[in-house]
């Protein structure tokens, strides 16, 4: 390994991670590693933690135990630190039906802090890449749920983030729509990526790494 | 980190924004409150109120108007995932409980704004204290807001939010309109208002407001934790 990368570390480091919803485990004993750059993509059928994982992974959810460093932060002790260099796709879109695209896209640029003029040219550029500068305007209850996809992934990137945090990225888009986004949060974004997917023919190829998590089994990384 | 200033103003112009959109709050807030007068006014049998009885019906109104309101306060955040947005961002957690309180308050005042002149109409033949009364709705404002979005935050994951709201809220603003009432009873007396205690009571309200606001401000971090 390069003295450079050798000191940079992984971008994930996880050991023994578990996660319990009362007396049932969600997450048990998962360990993984991951190289900054690099995507890793989770598979596994349902209610065996995918989405668990990445919300422990963006600091929305505490570990109940083990050892989890993300960018070089531990968490959850250091999560504060964290936030902010994070893109996050969820299962909701995390949009105000009742505010328009842009403005939702406008709102989150302030939350992250990006001044006003840079915010504006970044929300043009993103809403131009997703395909959606004709509908930006509408309130984001008038649009389909694929337009809704389309936003949340410009929100998701608005902030430049070190590493992306990706659950059914592909979730109501058409195959425009997930040409777009690839541009967007694909492994040519160059940055670090967990994807959790149902779709595993379309991703594994993409990926650097595969973590297979099971229900009630010990998870797999190859 | 982005700067509190900065979030807060964001979350508040968002919020005021959605309210003046769908004006899901506001409208209900004023017609509970105006049909309650309307109902005072034919229950009671009285054209005019003063003193204790005019101060009762006036908070009491505006108590149970201000729930409507406080109950839906996170409700966007809620439903619309906005509490993982805030969560994600580099912000410090209690900026959204001040932006929330904030939001209450311009929903109490404007409802006052509304409310105050039309319950005096119904009921009061000298409006000479109206004009001490705002400092005592203001001071009523913000211990409620405090109370109120401490609450909601806590209720509004749970699917008995409208009942836990009035049942948490109702016995710990007590001490609020023991003193709202109390500042209030002189204020509204026949033969115009007098200011027996009145600065005592104030002093009550502001120290209610001081110390839900900093147990806001200690526990909210702790509340959006999942």
Redesign the interface.
Known sequence: MPPAQEKAGPAISVAGLRRDYGDRPALDGVDLELAPGNSLVVLGPNGAGKTTLL?IL?????PSGGDVSVLGCSLPDEA?KL??R?G?L?H????????SGR?NLR??A????IERGAAEARIEELLRAVGMERRADERVAELSAGMRQRISIA?CVLHEPELLLLDEPDSNLDAEGRELARALIGPAAGRTRVVVTHDPERHEAEADQVLRLGIGERAVVS | MTPSRTAFAAILAKDLRSELRTLQSLPAMALFAVTTFVVFRFGLDRTSLSGSLASGVLWATLLFAALLGINRLFVSEREEGGFDAIRLAPIDRTVLFAAKASALVVYLAALELVTVPIFAIFFLEDAAGLGPLVAVLLLTDLGLAATGTLISSMAVNSRARDLLVPLVLLPLSIPLMIAATGATEPLLSLGGPSYDRFGTWLMVLGLYDLIFGLVGYAVFDFLLED
């Not at chain 1, 909701?92 to 505010?99: K, V």
Request: glycine letters at 14%; a positive charge; aromatic letters at 18%.
């Open positions: 919300r963006a600091t929305l959810l505490r504060w936030r902010g994070i996050y969820g909701e879109p995390l949009l105000y039906r009742d505010l403005e709102f989150g302030r939350l992250y802090g929100r």
